[in-house]
T-cell receptor, first 115, second 112 residues
Framework: DSGVTQTPKHLITATGQRVTLRCSPR?????VYWYQQSLDQGLQFLIQ???????AKGNILERFSAQQFPDLHSELNLSSLELGDSALYFC??????????????FGPGTRLTVL | GENVEQHPSTLSVQEGDSAVIKCTYS??????FPWYKQELGKGPQLIID?????GEKKDQRIAVTLNKTAKHFSLHITETQPEDSAVYFC???????????FGTGTSLTVIP
């Protein structure tokens, strides 16, 4: 158990809908990362937050957005869902950024199925 | 941006044999290289990591080597056991961004 929690575990929805995935980082961790894992794309970095502020963006679609709240939990919002958005979404956290705080600890993931 | 390549994509070994997984990276500024193990239905779990100021690191049956000049790093698992069966991912990152660039994964099967 990494200490990172994600809810829900599974999510099934229809095309065009909007969903919210939630992540609680390890106690004391300030930085949160979101990754998408699909069969054909592997693990892709989406976005990073540090202490409430967006720090880095990766391959995140405009239909997707995220935020980190004052209690440091984070939410990933996916809208206008398409079949291709079906994937595992992982949240990871780290104490801070830069050395020596590089280690990221991953949550169990949310499996999103878009029908 | 960073590009991480990982080989092989699948690997089968007999129990007790060694397994080696190799990764290359493109950005010479990358300085942190973790390895993750992902079991079915679970999130990736950090098993070992190495920083660019070190050439080799060991932890019991697991070791990682780094060649900065050639921009490649490898995971070595000795005396493999059935519970080592999983998908292994390498990654690279640098301090400026901290986000990980992952390899495409290696599915390791240890045959009892």
């Amino acid at each position: 158990d990494s200490g990172v929690t994600q809810t829900p575990k599974h999510l099934i929805t229809a095309t065009g809908q909007r969903v919210t995935l939630r992540c609680s980082p390890r106690s004391g961790d300030l930085s949160v990362y979101w990754y998408q894992q699909s069969l054909d794309q592997g693990l892709q970095f989406l976005i990073q937050y540090y202490n409430g502020e967006e720090r880095a963006k990766g391959n995140i679609l405009e239909r997707f957005s995220a935020q980190q709240f004052p209690d440091l939990h984070s939410e990933l919002n996916l809208s206008s869902l398409e079949l291709g958005d079906s994937a595992l979404y992982f949240c990871a956290s780290s104490v801070a950024v830069g050395e020596p705080y590089n280690e990221q600890f991953f949550g169990p993931g949310t499996r999103l199925t878009v029908l | 941006g960073e590009n991480v390549e990982q080989h092989p994509s699948t690997l089968s070994v007999q129990e007790g044999d060694s397994a080696v997984i190799k990764c290359t990276y493109s950005d010479s500024a990358s300085n942190y290289f973790p390895w993750y193990k992902q079991e079915l239905g679970k999130g990736p779990q950090l098993i070992i990591d190495i920083r660019s100021n070190v050439g080799e690191k060991k932890d019991q049956r697991i070791a990682v080597t780094l060649n900065k000049t050639a921009k490649h790093f490898s995971l070595h698992i000795t005396e493999t056991q059935p519970e080592d069966s999983a998908v292994y991912f390498c990654a690279a990152s640098k301090n400026t961004g901290n986000q990980f660039y992952f390899g495409t994964g290696t599915s390791l099967t240890v045959i009892p």
